[in-house]
């Protein structure tokens, strides 16, 4: 499809199909621009009072046709393959609308960051039509920066340029190194922060730039900017406002990112709205970290698990997409088990997503008969939660003495993982690693890993797993419990868990709480012992040593303490027997109590 880029919000549709019909004109080879091109490029201009620039190929096809404001417009693709170091063969015409035929700043920056062929800016007054031009000049085979301007010309002599001439001479000069700059190693994004209504605290800010950071680089990207805007509350069209969207599209010219990434949730409007403005890919935090769950999963449930997430996500999402996401290709936001699916019909994706949860279904029951089996074998089963990146893994490994996968990124562990761990002899505890948790979880991955997510709820205990060194601990304590409550988990016994104590510089005193709590390094080992302490006495008590006095008619008493302890030692005497018993409180019973003599 022929598409106009940019703000055509406020033309008529007559226009915009003038504009759309720019793409019908073809320049003779050779030539910078036609004089036919020239004509309705400026009368287009006067009509609309804004920007318009084509961006044309070496044979003289009108490739992009894009609207700006009254002072800028710039290049809607930015992943344009060219060589390494060299040219991307397009060469952009733009108008200037106030008549001004010199090249701004901004112009010259484009030409240098896109690697442009040329650019050419056209200012018509009542003495005619003039122009400037530019493009880079290498320098010992590179392109540098350095380039050439002519100024002020009249289009008889714009029109004399010999462009391809020019450009086989530059070429001839370049030094390649044979790949596109397309296929680099890592794509390359801008991240978008908003804050709604002033709650946000400046240090929350910047932990959920952080936060957003690490997801990107988890995700294998490189973030080259991040934009912050306070708001009262969000765009409907656009989600942010006008200025700072311009102010993205310059940083986009700067900086050529593969795409924009918002931390805030954007309906499918306003994710298309800024797309097709921005000419750009544009995804949210949940695209983000579905991506990243996209190339996490291993198992079969875990990239079911992903790909029905994808896909609930997708499906309002579908108006318009199929162009779009042929248009902005792969990368990140379209990896997966999934991504072959995601152009189809709603009514595909509809019968897909009812046999995901079939599937999982059979999973969810498969693992329900899994945990019957451990209960018939009356082992305890304890879940690790906590934040992505809390130490989860790296428990695990502590306490079992394995090596499972431990890396210092968000969310390295999707499949359930468990390990039978002995505390001490003949005492033995199932412990299961769960997927990491995270602020504003999205609901579609909570839905979606309901099935893994059982595994908390089927245990008798859960091992909370906070990074006590992190800033914001407290925070990402409270996230997690939200999660908890959305999975109806919070009546679970809790033992809270600070891991990497030895990243501070001392140990804090923590505030009175109702759930046991201890402080571990699963680095170190510091505070191993004590936690499995705490797991053993919530499972099976303290064993206490005590004195009984068990007359000689209640033979039956001496038997039950033979049977619920360690019987030490027994001395009869002429009214009965003096027992002396280590017993496990769990073992105590009632009926015990009255033949107690010494504790």
């Not at 699916?341 to 693992?367: F, G, M, P, S």
């Amino acid at each position: 499809m022929n598409q106009v880029w940019g703000d055509v919000s406020s033309l008529r549709n007559t226009v915009i199909n003038e504009l759309e019909e720019l793409y019908t004109y073809k320049v003779p080879i050779g030539l910078i621009i036609s004089h036919e091109l020239i004509e309705i490029l400026n009368y287009l201009t006067i009509k609309i009072g804004k920007e318009i620039a084509v961006y044309i190929d070496r044979k003289g096809n009108v490739k992009y046709v894009a609207v700006g404001s009254n002072q800028q417009v710039t290049i809607p693709e930015m992943w344009i393959k060219r060589k390494e170091g060299g040219l991307n063969g397009l060469r952009c015409i733009h108008t200037h609308p106030n008549g001004n035929s010199n090249l701004s700043s901004a112009d010259l920056s484009a030409l240098n960051n896109l690697k442009l062929d040329m650019i050419v800016a056209l200012g018509g007054d009542e003495k005619g039509i003039r122009c400037s031009l530019a493009y880079l000049q290498p320098t010992k085979g590179e392109l540098t920066g350095n380039f050439t301007l002519l100024s002020e010309l009249d289009i008889a002599t714009l029109l004399k340029i010999p462009f391809l001439e020019l450009i086989k001479n530059i070429e001839k000069e370049l030094i390649y190194t044979g790949y596109a700059v397309g296929q680099k190693d890592q794509e390359e994004v801008i991240l978008v922060l908003v804050e709604i209504q002033d709650k946000v605290e400046t240090n929350e800010m910047e932990e959920a730039i952080n936060e957003l950071t690490s997801l990107a680089e988890t995700a294998g990207l490189k973030v080259s900017g991040v934009v912050t805007q306070r708001r009262i509350k969000p765009d409907n069209s656009f989600f942010i406002g006008k200025g700072k969207i311009e102010e993205i599209r310059l940083l986009i010219q700067q900086k050529k990112p593969d795409c924009i990434i918002f931390n805030n949730s954007l309906s499918p409007a306003q994710q298309n709205n800024l797309s097709e403005f921005l000419g750009i890919k544009v995804l949210d935090r949940t695209d983000l970290i579905l991506d990243i769950f996209a190339q996490r999963a291993r198992s079969r449930e875990g990239k079911l698990q992903v790909e029905l997430a994808q896909l609930n996500y997708l499906l309002p999402r579908l108006i318009g997409q199929g162009t779009i996401l042929s248009r902005l290709g792969g990368g990140v936001g379209t990896r997966g088990p999934g991504e072959t699916k995601l152009e189809t019909d709603r009514r595909h994706i509809r019968k897909r997503i009812n046999y995901l949860k079939e599937q999982l279904a059979e999973v969810k029951k498969n693992r329900a008969i899994q945990t019957k089996n451990r209960n018939k074998n009356a082992v305890p089963q304890i879940a690790l939660v906590g934040y992505t990146n809390a130490g989860k893994s790296s428990l695990l490994n502590t306490l079992a003495d394995e090596n499972i996968l431990a890396e210092d990124k968000l969310f390295a562990t999707l499949d359930p993982t468990t390990r039978s761990i002995t505390l001490e002899e003949g005492i033995r505890v199932l412990v299961t690693d769960t997927v990491g948790f995270i602020k504003d979880l999205p609901h579609q991955l909570i839905e979606a890993f309901k099935a893994t997510l059982e595994e908390a709820k089927a245990s008798d205990l859960l091992l909370h797993i906070i990074d006590i060194s992190n800033p914001n601990w407290e925070n990402q304590k409270n996230s997690v419990n939200k999660v908890l409550e959305q999975l109806e988990v919070t009546d679970k016994p809790i033992i809270l868990v600070y891991n990497k104590v030895d990243l501070l510089q001392e140990t804090p005193i923590m505030p009175p709480e109702r759930q046991e709590n201890c402080f571990i390094s699963t680095k170190t080992g510091e505070g191993i012992e004590q936690l499995k302490n705490l797991i053993k006495d919530h499972f099976f008590g303290q064993n206490k040593v005590l004195k009984f006095f068990i007359p000689f008619d209640k033979g039956n008493i001496l038997d039950k303490l033979y049977n619920s302890g360690k019987v030490l030692e027994v001395v009869n005497d002429y009214q009965g027997y003096n027992v002396i018993v280590e017993i496990n409180e769990k073992n105590f019973v009632e009926e015990f109590k009255k033949y107690i003599i010494m504790e």
